[in-house]
Every structure is written in C-alpha cells, then in structure tokens.
C-alpha cells in the first residue's frame, strides 16, 4: 500500500483509475483512518467528515499535480490552491524516546504534513515521477532506481509480477 516514496503519491494511490468505471478504496471516514494506521510517516487519527472531504480533494489535487509534474505542463492552479491552503494547517509534532520516534496530532496536522511532502517532490523538477507499467496498477511512484529504469511502484506486487512475466514470455521464445 505504501510503495510510492512519498505519502501524498501513495494517497493518490487510493484510487484504482485505469478502469471504466475507477475504484476508490477510500469511501468512508474509517477508510482514511485505516489508511493513517497503516502509513509509518503519519499519527492515526479520528477523521469527521468534513476532514474525509478534505483528504479527497487534497487527493486529487496531488494527482493532478503529479501528472502535470509528469508531463511537463504548468501545475493547475485550483490543484496549487487546494494544496497550499492544506499545507498551511498545523503539522503533527513528533517526539524521541527509547522506544522511538512518536507522531501526534489531529486530522488537519495529518494532511498538512502529506500536503508539505507532496510539495516537495513535485516542486523538484528532476525528481522521477512514474506512473507503474503493470497492466491494472495505476500507482504513482517515484523512480529512485540508477538509470531511472524501474517501471512499477513495488517490488511486493508489481515488481514481481512484472519480472515473473518477462521470464515466462523469454522461456516461450
């Protein structure tokens, strides 16, 4: 679930759309909360409403961005306004201990910070947006790979799926 290299392109990933009709595997309130259980960058959180509705468009804000990132076009500026206005809200506050690094804060210091990260990979011009190549996944990732070569998101999933098949079609051959 979290391939991407940054949390706001793993947010984007929540939403299946390569398909006629897309799937979007954030629907409710407890799905974000889920979703902020399972993410190690951020605290979980309670997530009302109007918070979820946030999230989403935060969500597709950072999708637009990253494709326009992806494709070379000026940013959409009502994507930017979204973005920016999220990212103006708290951050969560974090703390050390012997146990580890410990993560706080409410549903708005969670989207400000997933916000703040997904501004600095799409204002890094040079960083290696990718779309993942496995027929079905429609992952946004970044390619930190030598040479910029990888062409999906997860090695876990696709990754495996993707090298599984180039082997099966090289044995056919």
């Avoid at 398909?19 to 974000?32: I, K, S």
């Avoid at 990260?117 to 992952?139: H, N, P, Q, W, Y």
Wanted: include cysteine; charge should be positive.
């Amino acid at each position: 679930m979290f391939v991407s290299g940054n949390p706001a392109l793993d947010l984007t990933g929540t939403v299946l759309r390569r398909h006629d009709d897309p799937v979007d595997l954030l629907t409710t309130p407890a799905d974000l909360v889920r979703w902020t259980a399972r993410c190690d960058e951020v605290p979980t959180v309670d997530v009302d409403a109007d918070a979820f509705t946030d999230a989403l468009s935060l969500r597709e804000a950072v999708y637009r961005l990253a494709q326009d990132h992806c494709h070379d076009r000026p940013f959409d500026r009502r994507s930017l306004d979204v973005v920016n206005t999220v990212a103006a809200g708290p951050t969560p506050s974090i703390t050390l201990d012997d146990e580890g690094v410990h993560r706080a804060g409410d549903v708005r210091a969670v989207l400000s910070f997933i916000a703040r990260r997904g501004m600095v990979v799409l204002a890094d011009r040079s960083a290696r947006i990718k779309e993942c190549g496995r027929e079905g996944c429609t992952r946004l990732y970044l390619d930190r790979s030598r040479g910029a070569r990888r062409t999906w998101c997860g090695m876990a999933a696709c990754g495996n799926r993707v090298n599984a098949a180039a082997y099966r079609a090289r044995r056919r051959s």
